[in-house]
């Protein structure tokens, strides 16, 4: 059974600093992508950063130069460390897997990923 279970969420005041930690198991860890995304209320599912399997790394605008995504491949884990942290970061967190190859693309399409954890809230306080 593939899993991924994210942690690390939780309440911070704006500035502060978080990190996440994505576990998986149950997949060929170093054939995939991580991907983190976040969706807060109301608003539609964003991607904030991936690594790929040859340590590719991509960030989205929004928190590129205070998020780094770094893996762990001896622990099947992908940790995004955030810092920084503004009130508009509040989100809901979730790590994806997508299997590379087999003529997908790694990117921030959602679509793209076939795996899900069910997210960790991530809130920061004005």
């Known amino acids: 059974e593939v899993q991924l279970v994210e942690s690390g969420g939780g309440l911070v005041q704006a500035g502060g600093s978080l990190r996440l930690s994505c576990a998986a198991s149950?997949?060929?860890?170093?054939?995939?992508?991580i991907g983190w995304f976040r969706q807060a209320p109301g608003k539609e599912r964003e991607g904030v950063s991936y690594?790929?399997?040859?340590?590719?790394?991509y960030y989205a605008d929004s928190v590129k130069g205070r998020f780094t995504i770094s893996s762990d491949n001896s622990e099947n884990r992908v940790y995004l460390q955030m810092n920084s942290l503004k009130p508009e970061d509040t989100a809901v967190y979730y790590c994806?897997?997508?299997?590379?190859?087999?003529?997908?693309?790694?990117?921030?399409?959602?679509?793209?990923?076939?795996?899900w954890g069910r997210g960790t809230q991530v809130t920061v306080s004005s």
């Open positions: 690594i790929s399997a040859d340590d590719g790394i």
């Open positions: 994806a897997a997508l299997l590379e190859g087999w003529g997908k693309s790694v990117s921030m399409n959602a679509y793209d990923y076939d795996y």
């Open positions: 149950g997949i060929t860890f170093d054939a995939y992508a």
